[in-house]
């Protein structure tokens, strides 16, 4: 069972849609981040998020912290293709230095 | 520059070879990491370096060998891999002064057991 579950695995849409992926887990983190990768190169990171119900904004991208601090979520409005990757949340929990992963979701944006 | 440069970007080697990966950041962190990357599963971390201090995953094969000569530098060796070590192997470095840190990515090595 892993700590953080992302859903969906996969998730192929059309240009100009909106989408919603999901990062939840049953335990607590103080501090939730999601990154992007794109194909041939490492993950980059994106945003940061630590505050239970914090909601930060990156042009097209909503990243939301869970008030219980357990569960995140990132949602793109109007698509781009250039929006395609494989999208990772990790999270620290209180007094551990290691980030627990998600296994991702992969994200297509058709043009 | 990138911060964090490793080479070979790609390799192909047999079970009964002895390669090695490079991994070089230019970022003064103070604590570098290995990650295995297979398609579906999350990243696992393999190794972490912190100062002087290593931090091993007790699931890690001994065939993996990890050398961190300064703080600057970092070594994957591989001696007698199998074919299912085949995967994107990242590395990785940042702060390791508290929770919370930025880690900052290689573009990582593709490896390819045969």
């Known amino acids: 069972t892993q700590l953080l579950e992302q859903s969906p695995q996969f998730l192929s849409i059309q240009e100009g849609e909106n989408l919603t992926v999901y990062c939840n887990s049953s335990s607590v983190f103080s501090s939730l981040q999601w990154y992007r990768q794109e194909p041939g190169e490492g993950p980059v990171l994106l945003v940061t998020?630590?505050?239970g119900g914090e909601v930060k904004k990156l042009k097209r991208l909503t990243f939301q912290f869970g008030d219980a601090r357990k569960d995140s979520s990132l949602h793109i409005t109007a698509a781009q293709p250039g929006d395609t990757g494989l999208y990772l949340c990790a999270g620290y929990m209180d007094s551990n230095y290691q980030l627990i992963w998600g296994a991702g979701t992969k994200l297509i944006i058709k043009p | 520059e990138t911060g964090v440069t490793q080479t070979p970007r790609h390799l192909v080697m047999g079970m009964t070879n002895k390669k090695s990966l490079k991994c070089e950041q230019h970022?003064?962190?103070?604590?570098m990491y290995w990650y295995k990357q297979s398609a579906k599963k999350p990243l696992e971390l393999m190794f972490v370096?912190?100062?002087?201090?290593?931090?091993e995953n007790n699931s890690v094969p001994s065939r993996f060998s990890p050398e961190c000569p300064n703080s600057s530098h970092l070594f994957l060796h591989l001696h007698t891999l199998q074919p299912e070590d085949s995967a994107l192997y990242l590395c990785?470095?940042?702060?390791?002064?508290?929770?919370?840190?930025?880690?900052?990515f290689g573009e990582g090595s593709w490896l390819t057991v045969v």
């Open positions: 990785a470095s940042s702060f390791m002064d508290r929770a919370g840190n930025t880690i900052y």
């Open positions: 970022l003064g962190h103070n604590a």
């Open positions: 998020v630590v505050t």
């Open positions: 370096y912190s100062l002087e201090e290593r931090v």
